[in-house]
């Protein structure tokens, strides 16, 4: 029989938090007894509820989860031509786009935090764009002041991607205000979880019934269906699970933040790896650990040091990469543009293990076997 002793245990790169199993249990015995497990019950418009207090917005949709929930949104705002957004970014931005049968822009990053560069923006506008849709990435935001200023200079809606930004403030403003729309994603990797899941947050009340009935067939009652719509609901269960976490968020959320602090202190400093830029007067969530490899200063590049990693059974991944302007999927569709920060960004990235249960030490050790 092999020992594999403590030092050699496997750590992914994300892994689920969970509520006390009681807890949930307790938590779905009503589904057994009411048998109302689906089509906004009691779970779903608890959670939507509690949503709106905990990320202190005014409206909170729920939808199967997060892509669904950007489609949708692109949908309902009734978005036309192109769509300014950024490459660096997972799938699901851009596919949200294309399968809307829109046009994305694609805009480059700035490199002290991985968002849209702002100034590059107002070059990609043409006649033809109706919004812009930045990403918040790894617990960083966007400039949503000059997007905002930038927006009603030329009457365009704006949708963010907002799937990591979870829970996190501007200037004592919560995330989910800036925009018309933005999007959370609830999926079982992400800082809250509803195991899948997606919400979006808005201001403007008349978009709730457009989403409700964008996400049940584009039905309105039993009999009329004004609009074409999808299947995009959430379940009484995963509402459940939603509602549990939510208990136990902050503490989540503060333990991301230790674990944050020790790779900093630890990282920070060395020659050939450039760690994100704190942003000022931001609350982040800590949602991921995204460092950046100069092979020439650092004497390996990131995937040589993936590649070690996983040796020692310590699991990194490279996010985002590739691009989504880089997909196959989109060649010959329309022009892709050029976005060379992202591109260098890309192919230089490693995303280090971050969960709310990982140990100071379980950082050591991964910190250890990069400094080596
Ligand atoms: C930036 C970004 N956008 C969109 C999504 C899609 O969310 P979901 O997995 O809930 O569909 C994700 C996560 O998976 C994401 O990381």
Redesign the pocket.
Known sequence: MTNISMTNESIPVVKPSMPPYEEYIEEIKTIWDNRWLTHTGPKHQKLEQELCEYLEVNNVSLFA??????ELAIDGLQLTGEIITTPF?????TQ?IVRNHLIPVFCDINENDYTIDVEKIEELITDKTSAIMP???FGNVCDVYKIEEIAAKYNLKVIY?A??AFGMKVNDTAIGNFGDVS?F???A??VFHTV???GLTYSNPDYSERFAKLRQFGMEGQESVPVVGTNAKMTEIHAAMGICNLRHIDEMIANRGLAVNRYRERLSGTKGIKLCDIQENVVSNFSYFPIVFDKEEFGKDRNEVAELLEKHNIFARKY?YPLTNEFSAYSGLFAIQDTPVAKNIADNILTLPLYSDLTLEEVDRICSIILE
């Not at 970014?89 to 931005?93: D, E, G, L, N, V």
């Open positions: 989860n997060g892509h669904l929930a950007l970014t997972f799938a699901s931005t949200a990403v918040h990435v991607d799937a990591h999007m994603s609830f999926h990797t992400k899948e899941g997606g985002f």
